[in-house]
């Protein structure tokens, strides 16, 4: 396997860099090719690769690299050990002790970054050692680790590990949903290539395509036309208003989906609601602003459920044939034909749902359209967090403005008070201490302001 791509020559790259003497560099590129030659299963040459990073791998000391070195090639040897000879499996034991106490020192110090990797370790020792019970919990430990705090690559390989874990058992149903999702999670990581060899290797039956997470992505990023990628990224990008953003996701989704109408959904509080709508007019898109709870008339209820939960993509190239959603009430009476729905995600944080139809044809979302989709919710996730942390800001201050704006009102309305009266008047605080006296109080009690504040009248009558 290879990182060049017909514009860039790795072999003359590489040996640039070791003609620098630049140790970083030589360990970097061979811990990534060790890592890519682990996520596409190609274990001899992950081995090969880290055979080759061990004796430079002190350039990469404490930095994050150096962990993704131990995790690959501790999963590296648990994927070889069956096959291996007894002395192979004896030295593969002995490596994995090792690695195992590193990933517990990591894990103790930091889980969030750490417990993940050591789970699913653990779980791969417990699976070559036969204990399949512990193997399972401990899958399922990594996979809501990783989830829990970003790691979606480690969710991905987790998922794919599990998946064989259980095929290898003959449960092929549940290895199926396991292999479903690490192609999602590959999806979103941006790992195409991985989601195609996915797709050769597991292929799915027809009736599945239509929950495939994105699935019916074909169309490689970089065939896309740029202009209009820049165009689009820089679109959402560039708002940081949140009303304004809406406005531009949504023109800009149905213009380049082909849809005739489409919702955004967006979490509030404990629930989601509906922040948007808009439809294709005679020449434009117009785009209906709203914060309404979400009814079963606006969309398929089951299909915003189902996508809120597992946060995949659902595309039903015609709704109107036999489906997992055709029982909801809107498909029923509405009967849409061709339905997208999307998850807008950053960082295993869902933001919001957007939700597409054409009711004028099948097979409307095409895959180089869906191509364009994923790269704009990918930027919009990021965009609805900015902006709802600007809106965030902008009413603290608000807020900040509107008490001062009081307090000074009060400040006022005690000055003008204590000032114009010749009764002895007071601010107190609830511990009974003074906290201001007006000058005739100042004069009755022969204290100035400065020695009555922090006194109690006990303390000057006692």
Known sequence: ??????????????????????????????????????????????????????????????????????????????????????????????????KLKKLQLWADNCPENYRNRQALLLAEVARVEGRDLDAMHLYEEAIESARQNGFIQNEAIAYEVAGRFYAGRGFQTIAQTYIKSAR???????????????????????????????????????????????????????????????????????????????????????????????????????????QAAVAPSDLPDSLLRYVIRTQESVILDDASVQNLFSEDEYVRRQRPRSVLCLPLVKQAKLMGVLYLENNLAPGVFTSKRMAMLELLTSQAAISLDHARLYADLLQENNDRRKAEEALRASEERWSMLAENSSAGIALIAPNGRFIAANEALQKMLGYTEYELRGRTAASIYP
Do not use: N
């Open 184 to 290: 999602y999670c590959y999806l979103r990581w941006g790992a195409l290539g991985k989601v195609r060899q996915i797709d050769q290797d597991y292929p799915l039956p027809h009736e599945e395509r239509i929950l495939s997470s994105a699935g019916t992505i074909e169309t490689p990023i970089e065939q896309l036309d740029l202009g209009t990628v820049m165009k689009v990224s820089q679109a959402v990008s560039g708002e940081i208003v949140l009303e304004q953003l809406v406005r531009t996701l949504m023109v800009i989704a149905v213009e380049h989906a082909g849809a005739e109408r489409g919702l955004l959904i967006l979490p509030c509080g404990e629930e989601h609601r509906l922040a948007a709508e808009a439809r294709t007019g005679r020449d434009k898109v117009e785009v209906q602003l709203q």
């Open 1 to 98: 396997m290879s990182f060049e791509d017909g514009m860039f020559d790795e072999e003359a790259c590489f040996a640039a860099i070791v003609k620098a003497t630049f140790g970083c560099g030589v360990v970097f590129y061979r811990i990534m090719q060790q890592i890519l030659a682990f996520v596409h299963g190609r274990y001899a040459e992950a081995l090969e690769a880290a055979a080759q990073a061990e004796p430079v791998l002190g350039a990469a000391m404490a930095m994050p690299i150096e962990a993704t070195y131990h995790f690959c090639h501790a999963l590296t040897l648990t994927a070889l050990y069956p096959a291996a000879s007894a002395s192979q499996q004896a030295e593969y034991c002995r490596i994995l002790q090792d």
